[in-house]
């Protein structure tokens, strides 16, 4: 399987993905790394780590099988994402996870061959981690759940409903 296509996997196109390429895998064992600025004790990382970790599953993917997963939580101390990004570029993973924007700027900053998967951030193009969303380009890519080009769209979308408004 080409490093490419687990990022697709990963990123979210998995669910289309056929899983015919996992009779080639043989028994390797892929590393995903997970960069996080968040507590892994808080009850939301939790809920979205365990959903993670169902996803992977129902695509073939299983930490007793053909999966291991490195997390790093920097928690409150956000200066630690840089020494966890060395850890988890260290170990080597195949693909890391960067939940949030501190924690694509470490990684880019470490790494320009490593596949970076983002989530959680907003403005990926104007943060300077992509080149644009249709062809990011370069080691990293993933979803925003706000596309600033559209804020205009719907500013106007509120003022119709709302033409009194003032803004």
Known sequence: MKRREFITFLGGAAAMWPLTARA??????????????????????????????????????SEDRNLQIDYRWAGADRARLGSYAAELLGEPPDVILAVSSPSVAALQQATNTIPIVFVGIGDPVGQGFVASLARPGGNITGFTAFEFSIGEKWLGFVKGLAPASHG
């Open 24 to 61: 080639q895998q043989g028994h390797r064992i892929r590393r995903v790394g997970v960069l996080s600025p968040y507590p892994s004790d808080d009850p939301e990382v939790k809920d979205r780590i365990v959903a993670f970790r169902q996803g992977m599953q129902e695509h073939g993917w």
